[in-house]
T-cell receptor, first 112, second 112 residues
């Protein structure tokens, strides 16, 4: 079974703090994704990566950055958290040439 | 411009009856469609998919129907069970890039 693990299930941060969200997958997948999920808006893609050290902007990259130093690990960084970044953050991975995404359990971030 | 639309934010169905969740899309290049299920505070899990070369795919209580001419797909759950209460997301991709485009989700509530 594919396992996608997100480091923190729940976080509470203050405005202006730097936030790291870590994601690790154990299936040697090439593709990794960060989404945020907000009620009524579905899943919105923040960033994705097709390979190590490679990153591409998704639909809503503003205020975020990512890092993929190793194939199994994809990190999402909020350089200076703001209240409008309060959300559920979902990491996913996918093998090359397939459609199905495998998701982690999500990280619920609250920015005060 | 929403390329994948789930027009019903919520749906309430009696236990044992059929649940029908609908999804419309606008991009004729989409050729692969997936349904995901999401419980609160968890990541989405893959439910069922369908390729555009088919018009029906069945897996146990879950059946997905695809009507390409109408650009419409639906997920049927028969019989509905309390554990089916969740948010259901429809997603679509074009083979050219495999990027998944998501609907906003439909919250299904199964009443006892």
């Amino acid at each position: 079974d594919v396992k996608v693990t997100q480091s923190s299930r729940y976080l509470v941060k203050r405005t202006g703090e730097k936030v790291f969200l870590e994601c690790v997958q154990d299936m040697d997948h090439e593709n990794m994704f960060w989404y945020r999920q907000d009620p009524g808006l579905g899943l919105r893609l923040i960033y994705f990566s097709y390979d190590v050290k490679m990153k591409e902007k998704g639909d809503i990259p503003e205020g975020y950055s990512v890092s993929r130093e190793k194939k199994e690990r994809f990190s999402l960084i909020l350089e200076s958290a703001s209240t409008n970044q309060t959300s559920m953050y979902l990491c996913a991975s996918r093998g090359r040439g397939t459609g199905e995404l495998f998701f982690g359990e999500g990280s619920r971030l609250t920015v005060l | 411009d929403q390329q994948v639309k789930q027009n019903s934010p919520s749906l309430s169905v009696q236990e044992g009856r059929i649940s029908i969740l609908n999804c419309d899309y606008t991009n004729s290049m989409f050729d692969y469609f997936l349904w995901y299920k999401k419980y609160p505070a968890e990541g989405p899990t893959f439910l069922i998919s369908i390729s555009s070369i088919k018009d029906k795919n069945e897996d146990g209580r879950f059946t997905v129907f695809l009507n390409k001419s109408a650009k419409h797909l639906s997920l049927h759950i028969v019989p509905s069970q309390p554990g089916d209460s969740a948010v259901y997301f429809c997603a679509a991709s074009a083979k050219s890039n495999y990027q998944l485009i998501w609907g906003a989700g439909t919250k299904l509530i199964i009443k006892p």
